[in-house]
């Protein structure tokens, strides 16, 4: 049982370049979140899903795409990266919503992402 | 709009002492909150939880306390130990949202030194 994993755990781009962070978790999670985390800065959520074929906005969107078309995999994409969009990525899933202490969001271990 | 809020960016204790981080939120309609451990190049993880119905949770060295009518809530560790050392965030949800979204506080690095 990997839980949830990233790829790639590193990487450099160049403004005006794109890719697509990965992650996939295997505990058949319905939930699935994106979060960013910028120094000295607590963790913003990007977007989430709430099953697969439903994405939603979170705090930060602007610059970033997703897609969930399968219950495993919650792709984000960075279709223009700039240098505001470097950042350590987490990507976490959950069973559900959270219900009075009887779950929580497992985090992947990061991507960070230097866009130079 | 910082909705939950850790002012301490940092907290240094002797081990075997007692470690006190706080947290603050302003946001009424939370009603879940929970506490996040992380070292170093990895991602957070699940430390302990607490819901508004309660005051209190303990699970063996960790504490949380809530007091609703401060918004205000603290993770008490004792003893602390070495292994301790990471950062600390609280966060909140909704639950009635069926969300499962999270709002986190800025951390708290915490120091356990032997």
């Known amino acids: 049982n990997a839980g949830v994993t990233q790829t790639p755990k590193f990487r450099i781009l160049k403004i005006g370049q794109s890719m697509t962070l990965q992650c996939t978790q295997d505990m058949n999670h319905n939930y699935m979140y994106w979060y960013r985390q910028d120094p000295g800065m607590g963790l913003k959520l990007i977007y989430y899903s709430v099953g697969a074929g439903i994405t939603d906005k979170g705090e930060v969107p602007n610059g970033y795409n997703v897609s969930r078309s399968t219950t495993e995999d919650f792709p984000l994409r960075l279709e223009l990266a700039a240098p505001s969009q470097t950042s350590v990525y987490f990507c976490a899933s959950s069973y559900s919503s959270l219900v009075w202490e009887q779950e929580t969001q497992y985090f992947g271990p990061g991507t960070r992402l230097l866009v130079l | 709009d910082q909705q939950v809020k850790q002012n301490s960016p940092s907290l240094s204790v002797q081990e075997g002492r007692i470690s006190i981080l706080n947290c603050d939120y302003t946001?009424?309609?939370?009603?879940?909150f929970l506490w996040y451990k992380k070292y170093p190049a990895e991602g957070p993880t699940f430390l302990i939880s607490?819901?508004?119905?309660?005051d209190k949770n303990e699970d063996g060295r960790f504490t949380v306390f809530l007091n609703k009518s401060a918004k205000h809530l603290s993770l008490h560790i004792v003893p602390s130990q070495p292994g301790d050392s990471a950062v600390y965030f609280c966060a909140a949800e909704w639950v009635s949202s069926n969300t499962g979204k999270l709002i986190f506080g800025q951390g708290t690095t915490l120091q356990v030194k032997p």
């Open positions: 946001n009424s309609m939370f009603d879940y």
């Open positions: 607490i819901s508004s119905i309660k």
